[in-house]
């Protein structure tokens, strides 16, 4: 998986040594509906309400990434095989599931969730002197925990995953996925480096009030 | 099926009797796991962990595990093969996860990725007859297809059950597991698939791992042309050659020589890697000598065959009659054999091969393929960076790759190319005359040749360097010829409609000419009418009037003699006949000047009528007419005097081109309008290739199934869909589409069967296929992570 600040060429693909145990072509299809974690949504004094300061952490270092079948396994028609021999193209249904030391949080749909029209990365920002690791923006939430990623404020805030591509990759996929059927939302991805300074100088008043930044 | 019954009944009065063991009433084995024999251990720590628990535990080992209990007894003990075998997997498995880099196990495929060495594994934990059907897996998958290969133990489970059953009824002591497995419900075909695929799939590591002794082998196949054994049906021709082969190979091992009259040991050695020494005695006694260090010395294999009297295909065939093979059917005849060639090659050979079937399209001789090399290679170069011409590159740098090569090389990539003329009919279909391919896109004829030069001057130097052999060597006179040329910022109008933006100077005539070679008819307009274009012009075909942009050029230099016939063309003062060229150009200055080593003099339309294909001039009582000889009409070209006989003929090849294209003589735009205009299915099989190559440069270690030759590129699905239907502005979708059209191509390619169209494979993330995944790089994995946080992920 790479971060998800990395634009790759589509065309691109690579090839792993390996196989599913399946024969013949096998096709990976994502589920329909991914699931997620129930959450208990009366709690109230557990709410995150830290203000985000600039600083560089990464509160996911625990989350983890796996890949599993489900049954369906079918094939696929394929109008090149002889008549009374079976398809040689299968399709299965996998799922991807992140994990949090251990526990499940979400099943995601990985290319859907980073394709949305609402991930976007942050522009690269013109170099500057401002003071990095400090930021002083009132109304930002800093969002360490899971829980808050799928309870997430509607207010500006920022994930803290910084510099685990594998958190950044996750937490971007399911935050995309949660809020999938949400109006005017946004999800932004930042460099390692952003300056916060110059972010919150240039914030423009139509964007949207639920805005997440990935950092 | 009434013995079946019986067994079932027999068994369940012995089991009143006899006191079992627990796990001996369980006849689910999966509960049963051995350790794996010494040999095999370093494949297990290499295995993957979802790969080895289901070795260990799930469905393959169940399937491994039915099998070995109903083959027990087929084969006698073998300790020294099975020692060696695993000797060599375990040699095999090290030393490709060593190639393949580390970044990958810490992704999400970890669980998958790496070797395919499940169904060894679960034979391994199951039982030494386990491993000896692994080892026939093995041969029956390096020979046949897969749905083949799945029909072949389908029948041979059956027979078996079959046979033991028979044998039970007869009142044969059979061990008691032996019966219970026959009595079991057949094994399901699912997971026969799985086994056979997950051999599949370890051959292919294992043949990528061995490669050099595979091509001695190979060329030892390319001499022999024997049969795996005489039967035809499935189960007694199987377990025939599985007997042979291991009992064979198992004295080999112990370095004892053997002689044989069949090809199922050439078989077994081929899928298991063990590399004895061959000799071979038959029409010419030869020996392969391939030193492999667990085959102790003086194991020998000695293989006799007669001379076959058909010539034909070489190798070791097998024959079977498949009855399992439909669903719904008589048997199937079918004879596989172990050929000598590759099946799966890599995208340079590939290409390669495709240079070849571009050859054959452009009908070139294969004496010529050198000459169609260095063309493509220059063709490249001189369009290399152009936009628009970035479809060239890939197969400029295949015919660069097959200029460079020598000695085995060369012969790798000679055969390669004849490979590829030979499948050209499959690979790319015939077409009607009318979009037949032109050899070099035409560039070896002089009409696009000249098309594609810099500027005229470029042109009239080359028109002279070619005509002047032939002028030397037939002592031609040098006013025999004249080019006639349009300089080249005048080119645009130089073509065939009426410009009607004439001014009143211009007196160039049109000549009524009957003959013209293409049959056109011009009209006649006189001199100094204002009504240039009659109202006659409606009923003409074409009204074509050649501008006075044309100017004309001497070809030769040579003295002039003023009253004979070797005047010049054009009245000349005396002052003026020397040993160097003329030009006579379009100018309104009434000076002559001296440019180059060339003396400029205006041009007296007076004296010329002048058509599309000829001229004639006219001086005092005496016409010259010139007639086309050679060149482009539009540009530049070469024409004769009607009168000097006989007719030149000055040859126009590729080689000119390849000359010009050193001297730097071409325009990349001309160039790359001209090739872009061939409407033949190249240029279009051009740009598949270069959609192909686009993906296949980021996975130069994917192999590709040779069978692709057979089947019609231009008419495969993903093809169809690079065609745009309307090119979608939405950024997403273009991604996505770029995505699918990836993963439908190395479908394609990969298993050389599948046919997918992009359109279906929208939700697709990962493709599998043999041995490999392919992911698009979106899902990719990436080795940028620092060492500090993969720490931090196994936790």
Known sequence: MSDPLERLKPRQLKRILGNFGKPGVVLLIPPQEPMMRELDYRKIMSLTTARFDGKQIDSFGRTSLHLSFTDHHVPVYDTNVKVGQDSQVSVIESVISVHDSGEWVADVDILDAINSDFVSRLPALEPCNHPKDISTEQGVFSIDTWDDILDCPSDRFVVRAHGNWLGRLATTSVLSQVLKLRDNVKITVCQPDTCWHCVWSQYKLDEPLLHSFIY | ?795
């Not at chain 2, 535990?57 to 300790?79: D, K, M, N, Q, Y």
């Not at chain 2, 039970?168 to 057949?186: C, D, H, K, V």
């Open chain 2, 1 to 795: 099926m009434s013995t079946i019954g019986r067994l079932q009944a027999a068994l369940a009065a012995a089991t009143n009797e006899v006191i079992v063991t627990a796990a001996n009433l369980n006849f689910d084995f999966t509960l049963i796991k051995c350790e794996a024999p010494l040999e095999y251990q370093p494949l297990g720590n290499m295995l993957a962990a979802k790969k080895k628990s289901n070795a260990e535990t799930g469905s393959i080992h169940v399937t491994a595990r039915r099998l070995g209990a109903l083959f027990e007894g087929a084969c006698p003990t073998t300790p020294n093969l099975l020692k060696a075998y695993g000797d060599r997997i375990s040699e095999i498995s090290t030393a490709t996860s060593q190639s393949q880099p580390l970044q990958y196990s810490e992704s999400i495929f970890s669980t998958y990725a790496g070797i395919d060495g499940t169904s060894i594994w679960a034979a391994a934990t199951s039982s030494k007859a386990a491993l000896h059907v692994h080892l026939l897996g093995c041969m029956i998958a390096r020979i046949f297809d897969p749905a083949e290969a799945v029909s072949i133990w389908v029948e041979l489970v059956k027979e078996r059950q079959k046979d033991i059953a028979y044998r039970f009824e007869n009142g044969e002591q059979l061990p008691f597991s032996l019966t219970a497995a026959a009595a079991q419900n057949p094994i399901p075909k699912p997971e026969l698939a799985e086994w056979d695929a997950s051999a599949r799939a370890w051959l292919r590591t294992a043949d990528e791992a061995k490669k050099s002794e595979y091509s001695q082998l190979r060329a030892l196949l390319r001499s022999v042309k024997i049969k795996v054994n005489e039967e035809t049906d499935v189960f007694p021709s199987v377990m025939k050659a599985w007997k042979s082969a291991v009992v064979t190979m198992e004295n080999l091992v112990s370095g004892q020589p053997q002689a044989v009259r069949d090809g199922s040991t050439l078989l077994a050695l081929s899928s298991w890697h063990l590399y004895p020494n061959i000799a071979v005695f038959g029409s010419q006694n030869f020996e392969v000598v391939l030193n492999d260090s667990l085959i102790s010395p003086g194991g020998t294999l000695s293989i006799g065959i007669s001379p076959s009297k058909i010539a034909g295909e070489t190798g070791v065939f097998w024959c079977l009659s498949l009855a399992q093979l439909r669903h719904y059917g008589k048997p199937v005849r079918i004879e596989r054999s172990l050929q000598a060639d590759p099946s799966r090659i890599s995208f340079s050979q590939f290409l390669l091969c495709a240079l070849g079937v571009l050859t054959a399209l452009w009908e070139i001789p294969s004496n010529d393929i050198h000459t169609a090399m260095k063309f493509l290679v220059a063709l490249a170069t001189i369009l290399e960076g152009a936009s628009g011409a970035k479809w060239l590159s890939a197969v400029g740098r295949a015919a660069s790759s097959y200029l460079s090569a020598e000695g085995e090389e060369l012969e790798m990539a000679n055969k390669l190319v004849q490979y590829g003329r030979r499948r050209a009919r499959d690979f790319v279909p015939e077409v009607e005359p009318k979009f037949k391919p032109k050899a070099y896109f035409g560039l070896g004829g002089s009409n696009a040749l000249l098309k594609c030069f810099k500027d005229d001057e470029k042109r009239i130097v080359f028109l002279r360097n070619k005509m002047f052999e032939i002028s030397q060597k037939e002592g031609r006179r040098p006013t025999d010829f004249l080019i006639r040329f349009y300089p080249s910022q005048a080119q645009g109008s130089a073509n065939h409609h009426p410009t009607k933006s004439r001014s009143e100077e211009e007196d160039g005539t049109v000549s009524h000419d009957d003959s013209t070679p293409d049959g056109r008819h011009w009209q006649e307009v006189s001199l100094d009418k204002t009504d240039f274009y009659s109202s006659d012009s409606d009923t003409e075909d074409e009204v074509e009037v050649i501008g006075d942009t044309a100017c004309y050029a001497t070809v030769t230099q040579g003295l002039f003699d003023p009253g004979s016939h070797s005047a010049p063309p054009f009245p000349l003062p005396q002052k003026w006949y020397g040993a160097s060229h003329h030009r006579w150009i379009c100018s309104d200055e009434d000076h002559e000047s001296e440019c180059g080593g060339e003396f400029h003099h205006r041009l007296f339309s007076q004296n010329l009528k002048a058509s599309r294909t000829s001229f004639t001039i006219i001086e005092r009582l005496r016409e010259n007419r010139y007639d086309w000889l050679c060149g482009d009409l539009d540009t530049a070209a070469i024409f004769q005097r009607r009168s000097a006989r006989p007719p030149a003929s000055p040859e126009f090849s590729i080689e000119d081109f390849l000359s010009c294209a050193e001297a730097g003589l071409f325009s990349v735009a001309s160039l790359i309008d001209h090739v872009s205009s061939d409407n033949s299915p190249v240029f279009v099989f051009f740009k598949a290739l270069a959609t192909v190559a686009s993906i296949y440069k980021h996975i130069p270690d994917a192999r590709l199934a040779i069978q692709n030759f057979q089947r019609p590129i231009l008419q495969s699905k993903w093809h169809a869909a690079t065609f745009p239907v309307a090119p979608s502005r939405h950024k997403m979708v273009r991604r996505m589409f770029k995505r699918t059209l990836a993963l439908a191509i190395v479908a394609y390619f990969d298993s050389g069967t599948a046919d997918l169209a992009p359109g279906d494979m929208e939700n697709v993330m990962a493709v599998s296929s043999g041995d490999s995944i392919y992911v698009p790089s979106q899902v990719r994995l990436t080795g940028i992570v620092a060492k500090s946080q993969l720490m931090m992920f196994s936790l």
